[in-house]
């Protein structure tokens, strides 16, 4: 039963730090692509281009919005695990 546990627990661990890679990842080119459309429509002030930005800038917030709730969640998960293994 206690290795059950173990297991669950680090399968979780694994499921977040996993998630937690792929968001990072996602924010790496959310805003490579931010900064070269950008660039591009600095220059454009049509009403697409500013509504372009906008859009943008959104999903970066909600990004960086998830990252910290992803960062919160792995660190309770090894508060967690490192609970659970000293009480064994």
């Not at 661990?13 to 950008?38: D, H, M, P, R, Y």
């Not at 049509?46 to 969640?73: A, F, P, W």
Request: aromatic share 4%; proline share 0%.
């Amino acid at each position: 039963m206690e290795k059950q546990v173990k297991d669950s627990l680090n399968f979780i661990l694994g499921a977040v730090t996993t998630a937690k890679t792929e968001a990072e990842s996602a924010w790496t080119k959310i805003n490579t692509e931010f900064q070269s459309l950008a660039a591009k429509g600095a220059q454009d002030q049509s009403e697409v281009s500013v509504n372009l930005r906008k859009y943008l800038q959104d999903g970066i917030s909600q990004i960086d919005s998830l990252i910290g709730k992803v960062n919160t969640t792995v660190a309770d998960a090894k508060q967690k695990v490192a609970s659970a293994t000293s009480k064994a």
